[in-house]
């Protein structure tokens, strides 16, 4: 599987972004698909996660703020982002994870997020 984030860009305070994670090569409503993301001298941080039925997870920094979701029509999984904060600005990453006999798992090239006051 080959991911491709996108969507990061620049924003005020407050304001809203939607990233996109378009899978090539394989069918991604076969992973469970999780967002992450990494400040300078942070650690990664797991923001949230949808199975491959669909249920969501979603850490308590990005609660209430941001929603994962998905489209197969269009072989990718969004990660809507909403009353966005300064301490939101990182690269935002998407990772697919499956188990068939043995684990796949993918990582996307990482989008900028950056939130301005």
């Known amino acids: 599987v080959q991911l491709q984030a996108s969507g990061g860009g620049w924003v005020q305070v407050g304001g809203s972004l939607r990233l996109s994670c378009v899978a090539s090569?394989?069918?991604?409503?076969?992973?469970?698909v999780a967002w992450f993301r990494q400040a300078p001298g942070k650690e990664r941080e797991r923001l949230s996660c949808?199975?491959?039925?669909?249920?969501?997870r979603y850490s308590n920094s990005v609660k209430g703020r941001f929603t994962i979701s998905r489209d197969n029509a269009e072989n990718a999984v969004y990660l809507q982002m909403n009353s966005l904060k300064p301490e939101d600005t990182a690269v935002y990453y998407c990772?697919?994870?499956?188990?068939?006999?043995?684990?796949?798992?993918?990582w996307g090239q990482g989008t900028q997020v950056t939130v301005s006051s």
């Open positions: 990772n697919a994870d499956a188990w068939y006999g043995r684990q796949y798992n993918y």
């Open positions: 090569g394989r069918t991604l409503s076969d992973y469970a």
């Open positions: 949808i199975s491959d039925d669909n249920r969501t």
